[in-house]
């Protein structure tokens, strides 16, 4: 405990540099988590993509039937995400596009999420290794959370691109105000720069919000787990010394399920609000096409 209360609760989110070259860090401890997470996330993913496959034919029916609960926990958390939270915003077409990055991204960024929560920094720690190699969590480093909100930047634009064309980009940086009367374009000159800036403050958003609640959560995880090295170190008696190393440790347990909570949240949050992001920059004629013809149904329908 005398340890801990030495030590700064932000090493449990602080990079380590490991190999550098001058002043230039060529290695780091979240790099080689990151490595060690992104293999466990590939294999894990394959197992359960072997369990979730149709089997062979002489298996019958059962050859349907997801094997082991770890591939059905994923299917049934795929299903879910798929059906009740991409399709509404995306659409058939949109989510089966962009479903294999969506999935990627969530699931990365929870294993990480979920890796940062094993006690690796504490246990290298406990057997003499000043320097850790591994552990912390990767998500508490704002340049991963940029690195990942820039690819979900490039794929906003490109889709943009991709849908609206070069022609149909610019104008929705006007908010549709350019087909409007001349007596609008004043406003432009506000509404275009905001626009612009969303573009980019968007994906900006997604990094700091990942990034500022994965920090927040193990710092205070770390903070209430030294309370009871600091009352050692302050001289206090034992009957005090336990009494802090009791509150503070049910706290530090009860903060563990919150941040269990949080790792999944953060997750979905990351991964749904990039599906959004990508929807807003999807022309809607179709629905338009479909709410107009509804209408006229009803016209139809109406007695005179």
Avoid: C
């Amino acid at each position: 405990m005398v340890f801990l209360a030495e030590t700064n609760p932000t090493d449990h989110v602080t990079d380590v540099i490991l190999i550098k070259i001058g002043d230039v860090p060529i290695l780091t401890m979240h790099m080689v988590t990151i490595f060690i997470v992104a293999t466990i996330f590939v294999l894990a993913m394959m197992k359960a993509a072997k369990a979730i496959a149709t089997g062979p034919e002489s298996e019958g029916n059962e050859r349907y039937i997801t094997k082991g609960r770890f591939g059905q926990l994923i299917e049934a958390m795929v299903v879910y995400l798929r059906d009740e939270m991409l399709v509404p915003v995306l659409g058939e077409d949109h989510t089966r596009r962009y479903f294999p990055y969506l999935m990627t991204l969530f699931f990365f960024i929870l294993f990480n999420n979920l890796f940062g929560l094993l006690p690796l920094l504490d246990l290298q720690h406990l057997f003499g290794v000043h320097t850790t190699w591994f552990g912390g969590t990767a998500t508490a480093n704002i340049m991963v959370t940029g690195a990942l909100a820039l690819l979900s930047f490039f794929l906003i634009q490109i889709h943009s691109f991709r849908e609206m064309g070069i022609k149909g980009s610019l104008e929705h940086l006007t908010g549709g105000l350019i087909h409007e009367s001349i007596f609008v374009w004043p406003v432009m000159l506000i509404v275009v720069p905001v626009e612009l800036a969303g573009n980019f403050i968007k994906p900006i958003a997604l990094a700091i919000r990942l990034f500022a609640n994965m920090v927040a959560g193990h710092t205070l995880m770390a903070v209430l787990m030294g309370f009871g090295g600091a009352a050692a170190s302050a001289g206090m008696g034992a009957l005090g010394i336990g009494s802090i190393t009791l509150v503070s440790g049910i706290a530090a347990v009860l903060v563990s399920f919150l941040e269990l909570f949080v790792a999944f949240l953060q997750a979905f949050i990351f991964m749904f609000l990039t599906a959004v992001f990508i929807s807003l920059m999807s022309h809607h004629d179709e629905e338009h096409e479909h709410d107009a013809s509804e209408t006229d149904a009803q016209l139809e329908a109406k007695p005179a």
